[in-house]
């Protein structure tokens, strides 16, 4: 997989293991998440980036950088997936990462192969965003603590309904841009 990945939170235990484990996964380069000025910078060289968040002891601690990579201008960072490694997953976490438009959580531990398959669900499929004034991130209606209500209707006001696939070659294609309006 012609993949970059940027390992987000510690480096020490947690993350060091994400990054071992990123590297047995095919990721190249690996490298420690540093703000975004760096990872544009390798999105010119690798079409494809990943954030992968070692476990923390506050899920919420992760949120200015999910919304700094949610709410970039680029669209080769805002539409990167974005997965959460946790050791013990709860609901409340969950809920907290597909608020912050995580694309998903998995438990720890998982193999390499396993992981592989994970990732794969990324790539080359279709993908359905959502924008609204205060979440952009994966359609999440149906799963386990999304939003309260659906985008669609929300209370009246503008979102937008973006449908894309990611590539390792190209990496990620906007195929639809739909602004809709609920009143």
Not at 64 to 73: G, L, N, V, W
């Amino acid at each position: 997989m012609k993949a970059s990945a940027f390992v987000v939170g510690p480096q020490e235990l947690a993350g060091a293991a994400l990054i071992q484990l990123a590297l047995e996964a095919g990721f190249d380069p690996v490298q420690p998440y540093r703000g975004l000025a760096k990872a544009e910078a390798q999105a010119h060289e690798t079409p494809l980036l990943f954030f992968l968040c070692a476990a923390v002891a506050d899920v919420a601690s992760l949120k200015p950088m999910a919304d700094a990579i949610r709410f970039s201008p680029s669209r080769k960072l805002r539409f990167s997936p974005l997965i959460y490694f946790a050791r013990k997953p709860s609901t409340d976490n969950i809920k907290a990462c597909i608020n912050m438009g995580f694309d998903d959580v998995i438990a720890l531990p998982i193999a390499a192969e396993q992981l592989t398959t994970r990732i794969g669900r990324q790539i080359g499929t279709l993908q359905i965003y959502y924008e609204t004034a205060t979440y952009f991130g994966p359609d999440r209606r149906e799963r386990i603590g999304g939003a309260e209500t659906d985008p669609r209707r929300g209370g009246g006001g503008e979102f937008h309904r973006i449908e894309i696939i990611r590539s390792p070659e190209t990496g990620v294609d906007v195929l639809k841009d739909d602004l809709q309006m609920v009143l």
